[in-house]
């Protein structure tokens, strides 16, 4: 059975008393129109709890892997990079020049134990793939049921 779960961010205590703020701010402004922008998650990751692994996927449009790092320990995973991306088009009577960058730290609490030896990692079209083998004790055990 595959489970999936799809997280844009963690709840920590900052995002918390965030929440907490909005909604106090609300009820003072007597639930008016008062908005407050969405936290935006940068990279966007996808998690999915297979059988025998944990595969975790991130939009990383841009980066290149030798600027991504990737750390293991115990069940959390951290995914810090940074972006740098520039386009240039010359042009007869034509100059056009953009630059965009920035760094990313994602921290996960994986939703099983894994093998840290057997993590592969790979990056295609903007898109990290990180495989993480679960261990033998985190994998499901099948019990096959006997006629008496």
């Not at 908005?35 to 841009?62: F, L, M, Q």
Request: neutral net charge; charged residues 35%; contains cysteine.
């Amino acid at each position: 059975m595959e489970r999936a779960i799809t997280r844009r961010g963690e709840s920590t205590p900052l995002a918390s008393l965030q929440e907490e703020m909005n909604d106090l701010f609300g009820h003072f402004f007597g639930g008016s129109s008062l908005v407050w922008p969405e936290r935006t998650y940068w990279p966007a990751i996808n998690i999915a709890d297979k059988e025998d692994a944990v595969v975790v996927t991130a939009e990383v449009p841009g980066c290149k892997p030798e600027d991504i790092e990737i750390s293991v320990h115990g069940n959390t995973m951290s995914i810090s990079g940074e972006k740098k991306e520039k386009t240039e088009e010359k042009k007869k009577n034509y100059y056009h020049m953009e630059s965009r960058y920035g760094s990313f730290r994602r921290e996960l609490i994986l939703p099983a134990e894994v093998n840290a030896d057997k993590i592969e990692a790979k990056c295609q079209e903007g898109v990290l793939t990180i495989t993480l083998p679960k261990a033998e004790k985190a994998k499901a055990k099948k019990i096959k049921v006997k006629a008496e």
